[in-house]
């Protein structure tokens, strides 16, 4: 399929990209501008030439809410003829602030509405996409430019007590196998032998539709041999819930990366964050996973400085950190409206300094790559490499 180019003004469109980091975000994202560029649209380099702007946004922290505020700020002050349209979790987060008067505000579940809104030949329906766009994405933790991906679901089952990716995206919405496995059999077709499969939770996968990830799993495996799957955030409860299936599959040598975000090493914490799993009984299983897959690389998260957070329940999830092969430590910030930023207290500002460092020393004595510590979701640099001015 060739894109029929319209040298049109009409038919230019100026990208603001705020949303760089997420995966889910990065393909729902890649998609969107393919649609316009396969309907005859350009991407132009001056906002004044151009009659669409296209405004990526997330939600995941404040930081990242403001970045998305400032692109749309930016966006309006060139409103002349223009339509603006915002994508990402921002378009469906319930913000009263946010303004939506003049703008085509399109969430990441409702991309199928951009057939409504602007014409063409090809529906985003039948847009492919597999591979995020390099210029769209900035790979993160154990991803790499370049990888054919496959969205699996969106919008998750748990209700973490900080998280706006759910107040966004609610419950979940999976795509069933029959709309997988043809993406599995295409990618094999061009010699793919990892997949890398996207969804907010992929633990959650299912759910909707009577299924489960470990049923899926098993269906993906069963289309070929000679290929690997890479599995983003699986709530470590599903660990506990399926790990014969999961650990059937690391044996089998078919998962090479798994990222099971554990968030702390403190049960107390956890039952704050409302994440309802036991920490002790999810160790013990990633340790007999990393037994039965060697060659999987296990990965997990951990949100630190969450509020009430004392120094040894920090230091109980720096202990958790060496179960893994790969670790990021994420600064926890408040979301506005979210259970979390009532608690009280907050940690001290010092103290989160104090921490940040130590945390960063401990990544920088592991092996280089394997870990990184993120104040500020916006900054260049991880916080263990490049201090922010002021941080
Ligand atoms: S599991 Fe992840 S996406 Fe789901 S509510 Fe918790 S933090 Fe949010």
């Known amino acids: 399929m060739s894109p029929t180019v319209n040298d049109s003004p009409d038919y230019r469109m100026f990208i603001l990209n705020a949303s760089k980091r997420c995966e889910p975000s990065a393909f729902l994202f890649t998609k969107a501008v393919n649609f316009f560029l396969l309907n005859g649209y350009r991407i132009g380099s001056a906002i004044d030439d151009c009659t669409v702007i296209l405004v990526n946004s997330c939600c995941v922290t404040e930081d990242k809410i403001a970045a998305s505020l400032a692109a749309l700020e930016i966006a309006r002050a060139h409103t002349d003829r223009k339509r603006i349209v915002l994508f990402g979790c921002l378009a469906s987060l319930p913000l009263p602030h946010l303004g939506r008067e003049g703008l085509i505000c399109i969430g990441p579940k409702d991309l199928d509405a951009l ?84 969804a907010d939770d992929c633990a959650s996968y299912g759910n909707d539709i009577g299924l489960d990830l470990v049923q899926l799993l098993e269906q993906l495996i069963g289309v070929g041999d000679d290929f690997r799957i890479k599995l983003g955030y699986v709530f470590p409860a599903y660990l506990l819930k399926r790990f014969s ?32 799993y036991a920490i002790d009984r999810v160790l013990e299983c990633v340790r007999r996973l990393r037994e039965a897959g060697p060659h999987t690389t296990v990965c997990t998260h951990l949100l630190v400085n969450f509020p009430t957070e004392s120094r040894e329940e920090f230091l109980a999830s720096l202990r958790v950190a060496d179960e893994f092969d790969e670790v990021l430590f994420l600064h926890y910030s ?58």
């Not at 690391?250 to 990366?257: E, H, Q």
């Not at 004595?365 to 201090?387: L, S, T």
């Open 115 to 198: 057939d409504t809104h602007f014409p063409h030949h090809t529906s985003i329906r039948d847009i492919p996409c597999n591979r995020l766009h390099p210029a769209l994405y900035e790979p993160g933790q154990g991803l790499r430019h370049g990888e054919y991906c496959v969205l699996i679901a969106q919008g998750c089952v748990n209700q973490c007590s900080y998280c706006n990716v759910k107040r966004s995206k609610g419950a979940v919405r999976s795509e069933p196998p029959s709309a997988i496995v043809p993406q599995i059999r295409q990618g094999l077709f061009l010699g793919v032998d990892e997949f890398t499969l996207l």
């Open 245 to 276: 299936g999961l650990e059937s599959l690391l044996r089998a040598g078919r998962v090479s990366y798994l990222n099971i975000p554990v968030q702390s090493g403190s049960q107390r914490i956890l039952h704050l964050m409302n994440r309802q």
């Open 334 to 391: 408040d979301n506005r409206g979210t259970a979390a930023a009532d608690l009280q207290p907050k940690v001290p500002p010092p103290e989160i300094r104090r921490r940040l460092d130590i945390a960063s020393e401990y990544i920088n004595r592991r092996k280089p790559g394997h870990g990184a510590v993120i104040k500020d979701f916006n900054c260049q640099a991880p916080y263990n490499i490049r201090r922010p001015s002021g941080g």
